[in-house]
Antibody, heavy 121, light 110 residues
Framework: QVQLQESGPGLVKPSQTLSLTCTVSGDSISNGDFYWSWIRQPPGKGLEWIGYIYYSGATYYSPSLKSRISISVDTSKNQLSLKLSSVTAADTAVYYC?????????????WGQGTLVTVSS | QSALTQPPSASGSPGQSVTISCTGTSSDVGAYNYVSWYQQQSGKAPKVMIYEVSKRPSGVPDRFSGSKSGYTASLTVSGLQAEDEADYYCSSNAGSNNYVFGTGTKVTVL
């Protein structure tokens, strides 16, 4: 079955760039039926959609984060990546990657287990 | 864009039903039939329970059902079981390639 696994540094300093990778197994990231997404959840709070990417490289970002985000895919490694620049403590969260299915990728399944990123000096 | 509005909490005894609302606007819930619901058990990743308002993925019990009227979507859990205790989040399109989540509802099985 499809599995997603996030990886990256657990601690990032303020003003630096957060970089995460999501490795997909059990499906090809070049599968044109899906988008590949990032979502985050600050500790004790709700979910926030960050954005997603189609295998062609087309990207769609949350308007509130658009100026700081970059999502890319590496089809040779079956991975997607997230970069979030100029981080502050407000960016501390569990970051999830997920496959987005349906028209416009309107629902997320499955999800990775998530990785906690703390922004602190 | 603002988060969709959900009640902070809901509860019911085993065997009872609980319904969670998700209220948006004419730009999200009211505009698209692309509302989904996610269950997040403590310490785990979310799992989709309902998509496209009322469709149930394979493996999700038929105790879970979804509906929508106007700007409000709803998730109903019938025949509550202890394992249904979790946080539930709705999500909706807010534009063709833009999404917004709800504020989340903690469901307690009494």
């Amino acid at each position: 079955q499809v599995q997603l696994q996030e990886s990256g540094p657990g601690l990032v300093k303020p003003s630096q760039t957060l970089s995460l990778t999501c490795t997909v197994s059990g499906d090809s990231i070049s599968n044109g039926d899906f988008y590949w997404s990032w979502i985050r959840q600050p500790p004790g709070k709700g979910l926030e959609w960050i954005g997603y990417i189609y295998y062609s490289g087309a990207t769609y970002y949350s308007p509130s984060l658009k100026s700081r985000i970059s999502i890319s895919v590496d089809t040779s490694k079956n991975q997607l990546s997230l970069k979030l620049s100029s981080v502050t403590a407000a960016d501390t969260a569990v970051y999830y990657c997920a496959r987005a299915a349906g028209t416009w990728g309107n629902y997320l399944s499955p999800w990775g287990q998530g990785t906690l990123v703390t922004v602190s000096s | 864009q603002s988060a969709l509005t959900q009640p902070p909490s809901a509860s019911g005894s085993p065997g009872q039903s609980v319904t969670i609302s998700c209220t948006g606007t004419s730009s999200d819930v009211g505009a698209y039939n692309y509302v989904s619901w996610y269950q997040q058990q403590s310490g785990k990743a979310p799992k989709v329970m309902i998509y496209e308002v009322s469709k149930r993925p394979s493996g999700v019990p038929d105790r879970f059902s979804g509906s929508k009227s106007g700007y409000t979507a709803s998730l109903t859990v019938s025949g509550l079981q202890a394992e249904d205790e979790a946080d539930y989040y709705c999500s909706s399109n807010a534009g063709s390639n833009n999404y917004v989540f709800g504020t989340g509802t903690k469901v307690t099985v009494l």
